[in-house]
């Protein structure tokens, strides 16, 4: 039974580890209409950043504090810049591929093809477990389950309770209609963007404290993160938390009975089985609010 448990607490906070990864990518296609593949360069630009800063002596609990409002700032300029291309949903996609492979290349310029792992002297934290009864819970991994619950708590009720946030809801199926009531609809957008660009700025430091980074390590990432966001319901944060945790949770129970190689193909299979139950994810989408 503490196997179990252990499997089972492991997949929860991997699951919200991916949901706070995953924030901004769900967050972009809800409400910007841009299926946003460049959020991975953000999380991994970052995670380099992480390694550099954390090489040359700089603590990581600071590197996590910094990387927040940089990652913010690129959030907001990244969607300044796709505003003014006016893409639609479908070329966004073709186009933020292109430029995470752009990304990938220059960082095999730049930090070369090899793994590159923050050392153990300078990352102490990766080492650190709570306990919970029988139960060890890494540290990182409890840093990103508290994040990822209060960020995403946080946007939830601010979309459904604050007037910004039901213009912001009300703008993805009539935007003329909100513009005409006042509401700044682009200045909500970007404070959107700039909490996925945090986010992914804060799941890049955690990414850099946990796994070795290597220019193609978001490929590891894409099906997995996606996965989540559909099956929480797209634009929807705290489905994005559950949608996680039943990705993370099947993947541990997989690990736990020893089928470590096909633990990644049974996180896809909840997500098929899942969209096969309801196709349109577990949670209320709001491209459903567009559609209707």
Known sequence: MVELGQAVASGVLMG??????ALGLTLAWGFFETID?????VVFGFGYVAYELATRGVDLRLVLLLVAPAGALVGMGWRWVLRRLRLDEARSL???FGAL???EGLSKLVWTADYRRIP?????YAMGAATLGPLALPFTQVVSFSLSLIVAGAVGLWLRRSYAGKALRAAVSDEEMVRSCGADVERLRL???ALGGATGGIGGVLVAMNYALFPNAAEQWVGLLFAAVILG?????????FGGIVIGVAEALAQGLGATAVARLVGAAALVIGLLVRPEG???SVLGRREG
Not at 37 to 41: C, G, S
Not at 120 to 124: S, Y
């Open 37 to 41: 593949f460049t959020h991975f360069a």
């Open 94 to 96: 073709v186009f933020t």
């Open 233 to 241: 319901g797209i634009g929807n944060p705290a489905g994005l938390v």
């Open 16 to 21: 919200t580890f991916y949901a706070l990864l």
């Open 191 to 193: 404070l959107i963007a």
């Open 282 to 284: 577990l949670f209320p």
């Open 101 to 103: 492979v752009v990304f």
């Open 120 to 124: 153990t002297a300078q990352n102490p």
